[in-house]
């Protein structure tokens, strides 16, 4: 009886892999993310300390932008006052499908302790917030797991906008 070699060459010795449309385009979303800088207190800081030499932002893919056109996630990092909530709304508005975002520290989360008719208690009220960050101020390493921990919600989403969840603010 004569034995069937098989021949693994057939196809030109090329590798063949197998993946889905959603995954190929999350995957690069997701190591590719610009990051909109919104820095507006002493979390502001820790977000600089983040995309430095020793915690590195740049190996996740994740550059910060100064321009909303460019950028697909805002972090939100310090108290947000009444009088700049118009202006993150602009900004948010002029950020381009898909995008998310960060909410970064005490005071961006809920106000913190400044419960004062000039502080927003919570940057949820102006634009919809895909993260919380708790502490005050979060540390360098909390934000790089908040960006990983984004990765994997932006791998496991649709790729396609129109079978996405609508949001609501």
Not at 54 to 61: C, L, M, S, T, V
Not at 95 to 122: H, L, R
Not at 153 to 166: F, G, L, N, V, Y
């Amino acid at each position: 009886m004569a034995q069937h070699k098989v021949n693994y060459t057939e196809n030109g010795g090329l590798p063949v892999a197998l993946t889905t449309v959603d995954k190929l385009v999350n995957w690069g979303r997701s190591n590719s993310l610009w990051a909109l800088t919104y820095g507006l207190a002493c979390c502001g800081i820790e977000m600089m300390a983040t995309g430095a030499s020793r915690y590195d932002f740049d190996r996740f893919g994740t550059i910060f932008r100064a321009s909303p056109r460019q950028a697909e996630v805002m972090v939100v990092a310090g108290t947000l006052t009444k009088k700049h909530a118009e202006f993150i709304r602009r900004l948010y508005d002029q950020m381009a499908e898909p995008k998310w975002v960060i909410s970064m520290g005490s005071c961006a989360n809920t106000g913190g302790m400044f419960n004062t008719y000039a502080t927003v208690q919570g940057a949820d009220r102006v634009i919809p917030v895909d993260l919380y960050l708790p502490g005050c101020a979060p540390r360098p390493e909390t934000l790089q797991y908040a960006l990983m921990m984004l990765q994997k919600k932006i791998r496991s989403e649709k790729a396609d906008k129109s079978q996405r969840p609508k949001r609501l603010v």
